[in-house]
């Protein structure tokens, strides 16, 4: 049931662009998307729960495929705060639990 | 607002001792809770989540086990600890997402 993650890692260079992506083997009900630094706690990024729906804020959008029971997450033009790394979470149906995906690393070089 | 507390911040504890570590939830009410276990450098594994006062699931049979003995209070306990439960240990809330409290890392020696 967990969500599988990739890539596992990325290594950007300030500036350029990358996904990471989400993808379960069951239909989803909905699936967010959280950033950690490095010792501390998962922060929140954005939820996403209507097949096809598109987010996002800044620099950083997300979008999922309900069909394909995928997710992707886009960083444009990464900033060195975007470093950490990045969880997806799913949920099969509302107030279930969320089960989160191994992570992917990212850094972004200056 | 809602306000996630976990205490202790760090914790050294040896083998086989016990262990209590607390969470609690203000400003929000009824909440689900969570507890999830990072092993150093790995992804968020879930121990227990929790709908109500006295509804507990466990996710993984292991030596560890969750109360909730109100409803905004979460409680991860042990009666021996393993050099396995080591880890950084996070509680989390959610009514629509999930919030994390600050965790809490123990390492058992």
């Known amino acids: 049931q967990q969500p599988v993650q990739s890539p596992q890692a990325v290594i950007l260079r300030e500036g350029e662009d990358a996904v990471i992506n989400c993808s379960s083997s069951?239909?989803?009900?909905?699936v967010h998307w959280y950033r950690q630094k490095h010792g501390e706690a998962p922060v929140f990024l954005m939820i996403l729960l209507k097949g096809g729906e598109q987010k996002g804020h800044d620099k950083i959008s997300a979008s999922f495929n309900e069909k394909r029971q995928q997710s992707s997450l886009y960083l444009t033009a990464s900033q060195l705060s975007y470093s950490g790394t990045y969880f997806c979470g799913t949920e099969r149906g509302r107030d279930d639990k969320i089960i989160f995906g191994k992570g992917t690393r990212l850094h972004i070089l200056p | 607002s809602q306000t996630i507390h976990q205490w202790p911040a760090t914790l050294v504890q040896p083998v086989g001792s016990p262990l209590s570590l607390e969470c609690t939830v203000e400003g929000t009410s009824n909440p689900n809770l969570y507890w999830y276990r990072q092993a150093a450098g790995r992804g968020l594994q879930l121990l227990f989540y929790s709908v109500g006062i006295g509804q507990i699931s466990s996710e993984v049979p292991q030596n560890l086990s969750a109360s909730r003995p109100q409803d905004r209070q979460f409680i991860l306990s042990s009666k021996k600890l393993l050099l396995s439960d080591s880890g950084f240990y996070l509680c989390?809330?959610?009514?629509?997402?999930?919030?994390f409290g600050p965790g809490t890392r123990l390492t058992v020696t």
């Open positions: 069951k239909a989803l009900y909905s």
């Open positions: 989390a809330w959610s009514v629509f997402q999930e919030y």
